[in-house]
Antibody, heavy 112, light 112 residues
Framework: EVQLVETGGALIQPGGSLRLSCAASGFTVSSYYLAWVRQPPGKGLEWVSVISNDGTTYYADSVKGRFTISRDNSENTLYLQMNTLRGDDTAVYYC??????WGQGTLVTVSS | DIVMTQTPLSLSVTPGQPASISCKSSQSLQHSDGKTLLYWFLQKPGQPPQPLIYEVSNRFSGVPDRFSGSGSGTDFTLKISRVEAEDVGVYYCMQTIQVPYTFGQGTKLEIK
């Protein structure tokens, strides 16, 4: 059974850093496109980043240069390193195996 | 960026009646390989998005056949043949023909 479990969300001050993890089971992360999608409180969905099975990465302009998507094949885990966090990064962050499986999400709150 | 415009933004439907949601893109979503990269998702209250339709008209595994997708180029439609109480939530279309991937604003379906 395919499962995705996000962890790492927290309350963090503006300018801080955070790393989100998405532990995968039931499939091998290196074989699929994986993505991060976020949802600010009470708002719609926003695509953040995607990593292809060959390791190519793409980012939304709003996070380019601040966020880094990566995966650890040995841990079968997807990551999102988030630096220089801002208030408008506050959201529930979902990981997805493009696009058939989604995790439950993890909340990131950026506030002083 | 490709802008995805959904209409209506909300609709209230009597159980057993049909429902239809439109999604228009600012550019064609047809890839050079012939595929049209338009997806539909449903986000039920308090849950992550769940996939409904891929490449305009193909249902993801487990999606009831009362859901159907149609369209081409820049105009797409999601139809529910007979709405059930469990169909409440927000419906999103999304394009993946071009980075950044973009979602529609969402259409909230309520039951009368």
């Amino acid at each position: 059974e395919v499962q995705l479990v996000e962890t790492g969300g927290a309350l963090i001050q503006p300018g801080g850093s955070l790393r989100l993890s998405c532990a995968a089971s039931g499939f091998t992360v290196s074989s699929y496109y994986l993505a991060w999608v976020r949802q600010p409180p009470g708002k719609g969905l926003e695509w953040v980043s995607v990593i292809s099975n060959d390791g190519t990465t793409y980012y939304a302009d709003s996070v380019k240069g601040r966020f880094t998507i990566s995966r650890d094949n040995s841990e079968n885990t997807l990551y999102l390193q988030m630096n220089t966090l801002r208030g408008d990064d506050t959201a529930v962050y979902y990981c997805a195996r493009v696009w058939s499986y989604w995790g439950q999400g993890t909340l990131v709150t950026v506030s002083s | 960026d490709i802008v995805m415009t959904q209409t209506p933004l909300s609709l209230s439907v009597t159980p057993g009646q049909p429902a239809s949601i439109s999604c228009k893109s600012s550019q064609s979503l047809q890839h050079s390989d012939g595929k049209t990269l338009l997806y539909w998702f449903l986000q039920k209250p308090g849950q992550p998005p769940q996939p409904l339709i891929y490449e305009v008209s193909n249902r993801f595994s487990g999606v009831p056949d009362r859901f159907s997708g149609s369209g081409s180029g820049t105009d797409f439609t999601l139809k529910i043949s007979r709405v059930e109480a469990e169909d409440v939530g927000v419906y999103y279309c999304m394009q993946t023909i071009q980075v950044p991937y973009t979602f529609g604003q969402g259409t909230k379906l309520e039951i009368k």
